[in-house]
């Protein structure tokens, strides 16, 4: 009998085309069957506190609550080069003027909310649903958002103004890109599964890149009503080189982005960062 291994990720357009080659049946793995299971990110970060899941994708934030019982594979890593989370107000608004505000976050555990602390530790985070966030902004709800997912590229299309890029600032900070999620695999699956695991999931990826626009299509019904080439720009923002491989740099911006967290108390401990091929 086939083995079932859950795979979790979002059901946002970048995520669809990472995952296309395996939902799609498009590569051979052999005696394991994979089944995806989408949810908000807010959500798998939550399950895998639990360990419920072999594989899923998390915030980078979250995984320095879960390196005990996962470890990070070395692909599927969606990173902002010099771009990231958006924080949007509905006016324009000073990096001072961010302080002591109410601001909506996409959840507690994103890599969005750890980015915004270490800029501004002074605010009054209001979790919200991250398709609801412009929502809250634009009627006037909270005094900002910090945005994520297709928002990042919607939020002027609603009269709203940019305060800040958080991976542009991170970049400004560290010259890293902005690790802002991963795929874990839970350690108790074993190392020889775990590498086949592995295996498939950045074939599933290197597929999908090779395939464009068959990935695109695939991608398009969790695109959340963008256009074609929008969605195809936000795809190409977080599924590209980076997401095939980390790589020493953007292993060292992980590992700097969990260092500072922790070291600003926004992390309770020092996380050790536990990479599949290390």
């Known amino acids: ?40 990110i807010e959500s798998l970060n939550q399950r895998a ?36 989370p958006r924080l949007v107000a509905r006016e324009p608004l000073t990096r001072a003027d961010v302080r002591g505000k109410r601001i909506a976050i996409p959840g507690p555990l994103t890599t969005a909310y750890l980015a915004l602390k270490l800029y501004e530790p002074d ?13 809250a902004v634009v009627r006037g709800d909270v005094d900002l958002g910090l945005l994520i997912h297709e928002g990042q590229l919607t939020f002027a299309d609603r009269g709203l103004h940019l305060v800040a890029d958080m991976g542009e600032w991170w970049f400004q900070e560290t010259g ?28 599933s990826i290197a597929y999908g890149l090779e395939h464009r626009a068959r990935a695109l299509d695939h991608a398009m019904q969790y695109a959340r009503g963008l256009e074609r080439e929008r969605a ?40 050790q960062v536990e990479f599949v091929d290390d």
Do not use: C
């Not at 998390?58 to 990231?84: C, K, Q, T």
């Not at 605010?123 to 929502?135: G, L």
């Not at 980390?246 to 292993?251: A, K, P, S, V």
């Open 1 to 40: 009998m086939p083995r079932t291994i859950r795979v979790a990720h979002s059901p946002d357009s970048d995520d669809a085309f990472m995952f296309y080659a395996l939902a799609e049946g498009r590569i051979d793995t052999g005696e394991l069957r994979y089944v995806h299971e989408l949810q908000d």
């Open 123 to 135: 605010f009054v985070a209001v979790p919200t649903r991250f398709d609801e966030i412009e929502d």
């Open 232 to 271: 195809d720009t936000f795809v190409g923002m977080y599924v590209n080189d980076w997401t095939l491989d980390y790589g020493e740099r953007g292993r060292r911006a992980v590992r700097e982005l969990l260092d500072r967290g922790a070291r600003s108390g926004i992390i309770s401990t020092p996380v």
């Open 49 to 84: 506190m639990r360990g419920e899941l072999e594989v899923t994708a998390v915030s980078i934030h979250a995984y320095a609550y879960l390196a005990d019982r996962y470890a990070l594979l070395p692909h599927g890593s969606s990173m902002g080069d010099r771009y990231g």
């Open 176 to 203: 890293l890109p902005l690790p802002l999620g991963g795929n874990v695999i839970r350690k108790d699956l074993g190392p020889e599964l775990i590498r086949t695991i592995s295996h498939h999931l950045r074939e």
